[in-house]
T-cell receptor
Framework: DVKVTQSSRYLVKRTGEKVFLECVQD?????MFWYRQDPGLGLRLIYF???????EKGDIPEGYSVSREKKERFSLILESASTNQTSMYLC????????????????FGPGTRLTVL | QKEVEQDPGPLSVPEGAIVSLNCTYS??????FMWYRQYSRKGPELLMY????GNKEDGRFTAQVDKSSKYISLFIRDSQPSDSATYLC???????????FGTGTRLKVLA
């Protein structure tokens, strides 16, 4: 079974803090994703990575950055947390075919519920 | 218009009922169709994954795709209280990583 783990289930931070969310997958997948999930808005893609050190902006990248130094680990960084970044953050992993093409499904981690005060 | 529309519910049914969950989409280029189940405060888990039109069955779950109507459905037979969750549909075009998710339908199965 694919396993995607996220470093924290719940996190509380203060406005202006730098926040790191970590995600690790154990299936040697090329593709990894960060989403946020908000009521009524569904899942929205923040960033996508298709290889080590490679990244692409998703639909809502503003206020976020990412890092992928190793294939199994994908980090989401909030440079200066704001209250409108309070949300559920979901990491996903997917077997890729050397880039954008993939017919495999995305497997999700358990999520990190971030509250910014 | 959103690319994928899904009724948010909640949908409440008695135990043992047949449940029908639906999504509509706008882009005929979508060829991959997924259903995820998400329990409260957990990440989504994949239930069904289908390509193109037709039906796919897995135990009590059946996924149905009607590309002519741009309509996808998930049927749950003999529903159980443990099926109470939010169900998300997702669509994707061929050869792309990008999924478009519905907002989810919250289902409650009453014992």
């Amino acid at each position: 079974d694919v396993k995607v783990t996220q470093s924290s289930r719940y996190l509380v931070k203060r406005t202006g803090e730098k926040v790191f969310l970590e995600c690790v997958q154990d299936m040697d997948h090329e593709n990894m994703f960060w989403y946020r999930q908000d009521p009524g808005l569904g899942l929205r893609l923040i960033y996508f990575s298709y290889d080590v050190k490679m990244k692409e902006k998703g639909d809502i990248p503003e206020g976020y950055s990412v890092s992928r130094e190793k294939k199994e680990r994908f980090s989401l960084i909030l440079e200066s947390a704001s209250t409108n970044q309070t949300s559920m953050y979901l990491c996903a992993s997917q077997e890729g075919a050397g880039g954008y093409t993939s017919t495999d499904t995305q497997y999700f981690g358990p999520g990190t519920r971030l509250t910014v005060l | 218009q959103k690319e994928v529309e899904q009724d948010p519910g909640p949908l409440s049914v008695p135990e043992g009922a047949i449940v029908s969950l639906n999504c509509t989409y706008s882009n005929s280029a979508f060829q991959y169709f997924m259903w995820y189940r998400q329990y409260s405060r957990k990440g989504p888990e994949l239930l069904m994954y289908t390509y193109s039109s037709g039906n796919k069955e897995d135990g009590r779950f059946t996924a149905q795709v009607d590309k002519s109507s741009k309509y996808i459905s998930l049927f749950i037979r003999d529903s159980q209280p443990s099926d109470s969750a939010t169900y998300l549909c997702a669509v994707s075009t061929s050869g792309t990583y990008k999924y478009i998710f519905g907002t989810g339908t919250r289902l409650k199965v009453l014992a």
